[in-house]
């Protein structure tokens, strides 16, 4: 097993170790932390495969904004963090036998799936080119416009509804 | 690999112990300073000129009590104030403190690591240190900590945002994400003169960052006793206090960077040892002010603080980063 080998399991592990805790965990607020330890997890598999930005723009929005706002919405609910309900309810057996099932039949799936094998690294201009896809219009730009319409109406909704009323 | 983890090693134990000494001596001069302004003496009983002070202040510090409340989260309040450290020293990683130069026949840069993404690397950096402060409100199981925790973090969220608008302009300015090449293309001028607006913004959120004066109503005693710091003594309260002035410097080193030449100066590239003569200087006259504006401006009120934030300096970066955005396109 080589270095880089050995590093990819233990992020792996840490992902689906936090996944799982994250699941399994009492407490809503350890919930919440187990998730970011997970994302965590992923951000360090991207910098494995040498996508620094794209590990970058995950800790950034992910860990940075997303969770911070599940955090402040855990502990700003009455109750919410102070309850340590059970993780487990009586569908949790139905629903592990679901999954099972789902797992058996994509794993033949992901293992006979011909992926493509990277022959060369990641060029130097990789975010240039990221960038410019992302403007032109023949690529990435319609589709990127409708994003930012739609965070725009969402953002003049949560404006509209956690405004005073008058 | 070896060399380059050697390499590595090396660079970070330098800069750690620079950082831990740049710690303990901040403490002195903030006291000392704040003393001067004040027309009073400051202390000048431990050693010469008072210089022995952060000693004795480390030795009292460790003989304090460790107490943990019987309520709190025992894990995540031991864990928080390494949380809010860590993040604060991984900044200096990709800080470059000087040019490239030749130390024992080894060429070398005075820069933990070089990464593309420096940039982005600060700002996604940046926006984990909120974790320490909101689990260590939270994790104390106390009124005050638990709304001092939330104050603070809701204060570092709504500045981040005006702060990365500025950020953006700089990037948009010098065309790179990478840290030493924001620093190289302000050999004809610094930033500040061609982005005057985004180095103001940067400024004022920076100062919200590192909840320093005006912006300190985390620690507002009146109304919160110590905010999140209530139930923390001994190493753990000096782990926050460290975190603070290593944000200090980092304020001033970032700010350096992005917007002062960094490391550029007269002669630099004859005596590239010079470089980090000039980083050193621009960062502590920036501590210096710091320094100077906690002692002569008012605490503002909570209100103040978030219409500052939402409604001025939000959109005036926003605005300011569109009309780069058109100078750019229009000069390319």
Known sequence: MTLIQAVFVLFAILTLGAGLFTVLSR???HAVLYLILSLVGVAGLFVLLEAEFLAGVQVLIYIGAISILIIFAVMLTRGMARNPGPPLNNQSLAAAVIAGLFFVLLAPVIAGFPWPQATQGVPADAIEALGRSLVDPNQFALPFELASVMILAALIGAIFIAREKR | MAPFLVEAAIKSLILVLLLL????????????LIADFQARIGPNRAGPYGLLQPLADAVK????EDFIPEYADRVLFVLAPLITLIPTLLIFAVIPFGPELTLFGYRTRLQLTDVHVGVLYIVAVTSISVYGITLAGWASNNKYALLGGIRASAQMISYELAMGLAIVSVVLTTGTLQVSGIVEAQRNGWLIFLQPVAAVIFFITGLAEIKRAPFDLVEAEQELTAGYLTEYSSMKFALFFMSEYVKMIGFGALM?????????????DLYPGLGVVYFTLK??????????LRATLPRIRYDQLMSLGWKVLLP?????????????????
Request: no cysteine; charged share 5%.
């Open chain 2, 21 to 32: 000494t740049g710690f303990a001596y901040l403490t002195l001069a903030e006291r000392k």
């Open chain 2, 256 to 268: 350096t960077t992005f917007f002062l030449g960094g490391y550029l100066g007269p002669f630099v």
């Open chain 2, 61 to 64: 510090l460790f003989f304090k």
């Open chain 2, 316 to 332: 005036l970066s926003l605005a300011n980063v569109m009309g780069t955005a058109v100078v750019v396109a229009l000069t390319a």
């Open chain 2, 283 to 292: 960062v502590g006259f920036l501590i210096f002010v710091l320094i100077w």
């Open chain 1, 27 to 29: 407490h809503l607020f």
